[in-house]
């Protein structure tokens, strides 16, 4: 099957971008979630094996505009500029949408996903020209700063559906960071990015691990900067720029989850030291003081709370 991709549309979605006005989207696409990260249009779409897209190289698109795209599940291959990215899970690939390119996704196995993001080339802290140099590389998911980068980026796709408006507006600078910090490392010219920016995208690395591992009772800051390979000095200075402190950030993200979790009338059977573990949660007295001084209820006062208000 054969997509004709390229050209744009009044909206600024990057389904205009894969199919104007030409074949339905319908046709290769399973299903898509667009969201709005401040200037960043991030859409997570799933579409059946042997898609093929390729351009009409037509110019209404903005050659200022710029898409990611980071396999969520499966694999292909995208060409563009005598270029060629085979790509796998967790794997990153620039491209521009305004030139021609071929994006082939594999026959074998099942619906292939990926997470888009369309922004504009002047969000980022390199020169044009070394941009454009990156479109069809590959970028590894798998060691380095390419794999911190796609496990923020992986971590997006599976969350995009619980985060609210207010959410996705501050992490549109972070996200902005993240990419490029990720087409730095990849030009080998992290000296071109600014020492804050390396920092944030760093930071929204370490943040999203630790969401990611907030059930184990072993995630300690020794453990966050062993795997992030930098000093437990600078983790915690990080985190001290911005007003936090490693542990207490932890404990306060847990908090969350156990809350949401007390607040779920379908969890009203869980014991509350059941749902207190699997947020990493070890000691039932120090988790009960702790809730208590961050709502001012007891955990069992505010689950009865939630009821009440369920019931109503």
């Known amino acids: 099957m054969l997509i004709r991709a390229g050209g744009d549309s009044t909206r600024v979605e990057v389904m205009d971008e894969i199919s104007p006005g030409g074949e339905p989207v319908?046709?290769?696409?399973?299903?898509?979630?667009?969201?709005?990260?401040?200037?960043?249009?991030?859409?997570?779409?799933?579409t059946m094996p042997h898609s093929i897209l390729t351009p009409a190289p037509i110019g209404l698109v903005d050659p200022d505009v710029f898409h990611l795209g980071c396999v969520v599940r499966g694999g292909g291959v995208l060409a563009q500029d005598d270029?060629?990215?085979d790509?796998?899970?967790?794997?990153?690939?620039?491209?521009?949408?305004?030139?021609?390119?071929?994006?082939?996704?594999?026959?074998d196995g099942p619906a292939h996903q990926v997470l888009l993001l369309r922004?504009?080339?002047?969000l980022l802290p390199l020169p044009s020209r070394e941009v454009r140099h990156l479109s069809a590389v590959r970028l590894q998911g798998t060691r380095g700063i390419g794999a911190l980068s796609s496990q923020f980026l992986l971590q997006l796709a599976r969350r995009m559906h619980e985060l609210t408006p207010s959410d996705?507006?501050?992490?549109?600078?972070?996200?902005?960071?993240?990419?490029?910090?990720?087409l730095a490392d990849a030009l080998d010219a992290q000296n071109a990015v600014?020492?804050?920016?390396?920092?944030?995208?760093?930071?929204?690395?370490?943040?999203?691990?630790?969401r990611d591992?907030?059930?184990?009772?072993?995630?300690?800051?020794?453990?966050?900067?062993?795997?992030?390979h930098i000093s437990l000095r600078y983790l915690h200075k990080l985190f001290h720029q911005?007003?936090?402190?490693?542990?207490?950030?932890?404990?306060?993200?847990?908090?969350?989850?156990?809350?949401?979790?007390?607040?779920?009338?379908?969890?009203?059977?869980?014991?509350?030291?059941?749902?207190?573990?699997?947020?990493?949660?070890?000691?039932?007295?120090?988790?009960s003081q702790a809730f208590r001084a961050a709502y001012g209820l007891s955990p069992r006062q505010f689950r009865e709370q939630r009821a009440t208000v369920h019931a109503d």
């Open 168 to 182: 996705t507006a501050r992490l549109a600078t972070l996200t902005i960071d993240v990419l490029g910090t990720a």
């Open 194 to 210: 600014p020492p804050h920016t390396r920092r944030r995208a760093l930071l929204a690395q370490v943040h999203a691990f630790i």
């Open 119 to 122: 922004f504009s080339r002047s």
């Open 26 to 46: 319908e046709r290769f696409a399973l299903g898509h979630e667009v969201s709005e990260f401040g200037p960043v249009q991030v859409t997570l779409m799933t």
């Open 242 to 287: 911005e007003g936090h402190t490693v542990a207490g950030w932890i404990r306060e993200r847990r908090l969350e989850r156990c809350r949401r979790d007390f607040a779920d009338p379908h969890l009203a059977a869980h014991p509350i030291h059941a749902i207190a573990a699997r947020w990493g949660f070890t000691s039932p007295a120090h988790f």
């Open 213 to 228: 591992n907030l059930g184990d009772a072993h995630l300690t800051p020794g453990a966050i900067a062993a795997a992030h």
């Open 83 to 85: 270029r060629h990215a």
């Open 87 to 107: 790509l796998g899970a967790g794997d990153l690939v620039l491209y521009n949408p305004s030139r021609p390119y071929v994006a082939a996704f594999a026959p």
